[in-house]
């Protein structure tokens, strides 16, 4: 699972040049991502085939930014409005990345951000599998029904990389 954790967060990132190489690649990370899941490696293809490369940045700022009309911070799905927690879910997640060496860099984004948590599940899978599905389960799997939903009702390019991430994540935890 590592590299089809590592591959969705470079796509429920911010459009960018390793996005640009992913989509030039396909035939190669398609091989690569199916010996780890066959099915989420078809619904990343699906993604890249189907998606304007050069209108994506567009339909990513439309969907998850200024207006976001969909959150890639976890806490909106599990914290929510409850007052006083969000500090302590941020820090909790902080503590798992510490622990694990992970370095996010603070400035640019808060710890529950989906691209980090993907990008430091995918660090750590191989080596304390327990601790990445506890991680999982605890901060990715309770946002990635709600993900999906908004996704599906607001845009529906990013619906292929939601649905592959919920087969992920699953198989994770």
């Not at 429920?12 to 099915?39: H, Q, R, T, V």
């Not at 990343?44 to 189907?50: K, S």
């Not at 500090?87 to 984004?109: A, C, M, N, P, S």
């Not at 999906?148 to 390019?157: D, V």
Request: with cysteine; glycine share 4%.
């Amino acid at each position: 699972m590592k590299y089809t954790l590592k591959t969705l967060s470079i796509l429920f990132s911010y459009p960018g040049e390793e996005l640009y190489e992913l989509a030039s690649n396909i035939d190669a990370l398609y091989e690569l991502l199916s010996s780890e899941d066959k099915e989420a490696a078809r619904l990343i293809r699906e993604f890249l085939e189907g998606v304007d490369i050069d209108k994506i940045d567009e339909v990513y700022v439309s969907i998850f930014e200024m207006p976001a009309k969909c959150s890639l911070y976890s806490h909106t799905y599990i914290v929510k409005e409850k007052e006083g927690e969000l500090g302590r879910f941020l820090l909790e997640i902080k503590g798992h990345y510490k622990v694990k060496g992970y370095d996010i860099q603070v400035t640019k984004e808060i710890p529950d951000y989906l691209p980090a948590m993907l990008e430091f599940l995918s660090i750590i899978i191989d080596t304390d599998p327990r601790a990445a599905s506890k991680f999982a389960r605890r901060y990715v799997k309770p946002m990635v029904r709600e993900l999906t939903r908004c996704i599906e009702r607001n845009n529906r390019t990013y619906l292929p990389l939601a649905k592959a991430l919920s087969i992920v994540i699953d198989r994770v935890t």
